[in-house]
């Protein structure tokens, strides 16, 4: 019988004590729920925000805290992402982090479980579209927007697939919001150079070029997960919305919450742990 795992719920990692503390606050929600210890350690990054701004408490990140739990002789691992879709992070980093470990503990057993979006990501998992439609339709009670237009934003990425993953809620929400708002449409926060990330257009910085948004009230749609550098408060997509409304591109550009605000949020990680779970225990 393979022993209980340890859990990591892994995110990318950010320079911000904020997002530290959101990773924690959810791992210890998703602890709560599935009535297992689950650990909040990220990717890269977080290993650098000072311990005094974490009451004292570094931050983990994957490839320490791996090693050390080997070390420890701890063979059993599960990876729960809160990742979007799936990011070369998730793809390319973790399996090389993995192979690593298992340099020095052959007998090494990991599950990595499905990204938020799932397997397809053409058709990902509804829970996405439904919390930001909650969250559109919460901002437009509070702000008394009548039919605004929903700029549905993500960071942008090289990755045609996490691409993919956005562009297909966009669509999903778009069809749930059908006469209630305006028009939904997918932007990026920021892109790559170069003509083979242009699928990450419109940015969000020029999303008053699209045909008759110039002008009118927009609902941001934060497609984030955590707060940080860039869907924190005073962040990019804060500083992207103050520039539009300086020019006047548009006429307001309110934000909706993110989505760890969401208990949808903890349904979804739920599942996707215990489905990682039953894929260990059938390894065993």
Known sequence: MTPSPRIFLIDNGSLRADAVWA????????????????????????????????????????????????????????FVPLFLGPSRAITDYLPELIAEARQTAPDLKVVVAETLAGADVDRPDARLTEMLAAHVRATLATSGLVSPRVALVDHGTPALEVNRVRNAVARQLGELLKGEVGAV??????????????????????????????????????????????????????QICDTLLERRGVRSAVRTPLLCEHPLLLDLLADRLKAALEILSERA
């Open 23 to 78: 990773l924690r606050a959810l791992a210890a929600q998703l602890s709560e729920q599935v009535g297992l210890s689950v650990e909040p350690v990220s990717l890269l990054h977080s290993g650098k925000v000072p311990a005094f701004e974490l009451g004292g408490v570094p931050a983990q990140v994957v490839k320490s805290t791996l090693r050390r739990w080997v070390e420890a002789g701890e063979r059993a691992f599960v």
């Open 185 to 238: 449409a997918p932007c990026s926060m920021e892109r790559r150079e170069g003509s083979a990330y242009d699928f990450n257009e419109p940015l969000l910085e020029r999303v008053d070029r699209l045909e008759a948004w110039s002008g009118s009230d927009v609902i941001v749609a934060l497609f984030f997960l955590l707060p940080g550098r860039h869907a924190g408060a005073a962040g990019d997509v804060a």
